[in-house]
């Protein structure tokens, strides 16, 4: 008997190497429909929802949901269920095991507000691939005054001067001051 592939829907087991648990974190606009967009891509693609983790009170420095799925499915379905998300506008902040490799802390003083601080977010996320994890922003004399974030970034391993160079040029472009952490040196 020769093998026969596996049926659509049919998982297979953790011995035959079929089934394995993955976390999905995605980010969604909080709109109707938005969640189940996000699932129609993990069901066409062979995925089986083992839990989901909508975080509605919670939301991120670009006003999303952050939403946590976990899910299985054989591993060479993952990535076709990765990419299905992606393409339909979905923004994966974490896939499996596919962490970003590093975090970096950043302060930008200014006039964060009024140089529209969402727009800078998006700047930096765009051109570096970056994903803002948390943000505090210090408005003491208002919005139309100084004010300062402190933005945690989880960025690609080995990235961080390409990010601190484009975090520097849209700094520069809105005339925002940089804190960079102090890096430690070689003695």
Same mark, same amino acid.
């Given at each position: 008997? #020769? ?13 035959? #190497?079929?089934? +394995? ?16 967009? %996000? ?59 596919? +962490? ?29 691939? %970056? ?10 004399? #208002? ?24 975090? +520097? ?19």
């Amino acid at each position: 008997m #020769g093998d026969a592939p596996t049926p659509p829907g049919d998982l297979g087991t953790e011995a035959d #190497g079929g089934v +394995r648990t993955y976390t999905v974190r995605l980010e969604l606009v909080d709109e109707p429909g938005e969640l189940l967009d %996000a699932l129609t891509p993990i069901a066409e693609n062979g995925g089986n929802l083992m839990s989901i983790h909508h975080e509605r009170g919670n939301i991120t420095p670009r006003g999303h949901i952050p939403v946590e799925v976990d899910l299985g499915c054989p591993p060479d379905r993952f990535d076709d269920i990765v990419a299905a998300l992606r393409e339909t506008g979905i923004n994966v902040i974490q896939a499996g095991a596919e +962490r970003y490799g590093e975090e970096i802390s950043v302060v930008l003083v200014g006039h964060l507000i009024e140089t529209d601080l969402s727009d800078t977010l998006l700047a930096i996320e765009d051109e570096t691939s %970056a994903a803002v994890l948390d943000l505090s922003l210090s408005a003491p004399q #208002g919005t139309g005054d100084t004010s300062s974030a402190r933005l945690r970034l989880a960025i690609d391993s080995g990235r961080s001067e390409a990010v601190f160079d484009t975090i +520097r040029s849209v700094s520069e472009e809105k005339d925002l001051t940089v804190v960079e952490p102090l890096l430690g040196g070689d003695a």
